[in-house]
């Protein structure tokens, strides 16, 4: 019985370099859900995707950062040209499909350090 | 725009006595709330939720109180153990627009058990 899986858990890059953070959502549940977490902050929701569908990319930076749930394997978030403003803690969270609770349960997050 | 507040960074209780953890929220939209417990380099863990409909929800040594008309919940635990010591987080979901599924942070409270 697996709980959400992210990886890598520790991840540098220089500043410039591509990020790619991947999520496998629990067992049976179908929706994935990305939020970072800044130092001394609460979590700040990014995205909301679906199956191959983004529901909701409202907390998304507007530019490097991008987001998919395929078919098949994991959901990826992407952050391109990275910049040291994007350290931060980056959790995953899943929940079961619409109309079974409101709880979402978390990944135990990716640590991005940009140098 | 904080619209989820945890207005104590820290807390400290004896062992075997009663931790009160509490949230403030200004988002009147906000229909379920929720507390999740994170140690450090880990994810959240999902504690206890409460609906809207509810003034208060149980679960063992943990209770959440809701008072809708001060936009206030809190978080008892009862006995306090050691085990507890970890960051507390506050959290809501609404139907504002449609979005249920967004999840709103506080900053967090981080609480000490001592032996």
């Known amino acids: 019985n697996a709980g959400v899986m992210q990886n890598p858990r520790h991840l540098v890059r220089r500043r410039g370099q591509e990020a790619r953070l991947r999520c496998s959502p629990m067992?049976?549940?179908?929706?994935v859900y990305w939020y970072r977490q800044l130092p001394e902050e609460g979590l700040k929701f990014m995205v909301y995707?679906?199956?191959?569908?983004?529901?909701?990319e409202s907390g998304m930076p507007k530019e490097r950062f991008s987001a998919e749930f395929p078919k098949e394997g994991p959901s990826i978030l992407r952050i391109q040209q990275v910049v040291r403003g994007d350290s931060a803690a980056y959790f995953c969270?899943?929940?079961?499909?619409?109309?079974?609770?409101?709880?979402?349960?978390f990944g135990p997050g990716t640590r991005l350090t940009v140098l | 725009d904080q619209q989820v507040k945890q207005n104590s960074p820290s807390l400290s209780v004896q062992e075997g006595r009663i931790s009160i953890l509490n949230c403030d929220y200004t988002?009147?939209?906000?229909?379920?709330f929720l507390w999740y417990k994170k140690y450090p380099a880990e994810g959240p863990t999902f504690l206890i939720s409460?609906?809207?409909?509810?003034d208060k929800n149980e679960d063992g040594r943990f209770t959440v109180f809701l008072n809708k008309s001060a936009k206030h919940l809190s978080l008892h635990i009862v006995p306090s153990q050691p085990g507890d010591s970890a960051v507390y987080f506050c959290?809501?979901?609404?139907?504002?627009?449609?979005?249920?599924?967004?999840?709103?942070f506080g900053k967090g409270t981080l609480l000490t058990v001592n032996p």
């Open positions: 995707l679906q199956k191959e569908n983004i529901i909701d």
């Open positions: 988002n009147s939209m906000f229909d379920y």
């Open positions: 067992k049976g549940h179908s929706h």
């Open positions: 969270a899943s929940s079961p499909p619409a109309g079974q609770g409101n709880e979402q349960f």
């Open positions: 959290a809501a979901s609404g139907n504002s627009g449609g979005s249920n599924y967004k999840l709103t």
């Open positions: 409460i609906s809207s409909i509810k």
